[in-house]
């Protein structure tokens, strides 16, 4: 890891990136979480209302409409997922940035994931073998969906750059990730509304830290 790359200023900078354009940041978040959340809540609400219904006729509808309601979810979460990365990455990189790119794919959906679900299957399959391989495939592929956005790479190039750029700092990212953790968690003394400030400076700060090893491997 290259010595001007530490954690403290890791966060000075995501303090300053994410206060650069709070607003931006933060309403982004916002507002991916609630479309996100929104089918999730009308899922449970509509799985509550056939407890104990012996209707097959409603049983059934109401399965239908489930289903659609999380593929609805998935859908969003994948496009979400791609605006806020886009969003992040442009406000590290002192490029334009602004809200509608929340809602632009930039024609990597399905890409995007196809990474999503080989990433999951690689972490969960490293969590069923004794936990340790699958933080280390987490730390070690964290960075695969940002490639996929931010290069336009395939899942599988997305996932061997990863590894390449994650190389030699994995015991710093597991440190720099539990610092993160800390953080958000200690927002619990303020009732969680400190995560007002400190997810959008975690989210930063993580992504320079992903800017940085991009460039740092280039060299």
Known sequence: MQSQLTIGSALKIGW???????GLILGSLV??????GIPS???NLASSLIQGSHNTTTIAVVTLVSLGLLILQYWLQILTGIGLIRIQLNTIDDKPAEF????NSENVFWTYLGASILVGLIIVGGLLLLI????YWAIKYQFTLNLVVDKKLQPVEALK????????????LLGFGIVLGL???????TLFLGLVITLPVTVMAHMYVYRHLCTAEKK
Do not use: C
């Not at 300053?16 to 709070?22: G, H, I, L, M």
């Not at 507002?31 to 996100?36: H, K, R, T, Y």
């Not at 953080?183 to 003394?189: E, G, Y």
């Open 31 to 36: 507002v991916a979480g609630i479309l996100v």
């Open 132 to 135: 340790i391989p699958g933080i």
């Open 41 to 43: 809540s009308m899922r």
């Open 183 to 189: 953080i958000n968690l200690a927002t619990i003394f």
């Open 100 to 103: 509608a790119q929340l809602f």
């Open 16 to 22: 300053d990136k994410a206060f650069s354009r709070f």
């Open 161 to 172: 750059e990863s590894g390449k750029i994650t190389y030699g700092h994995k015991w710093w």
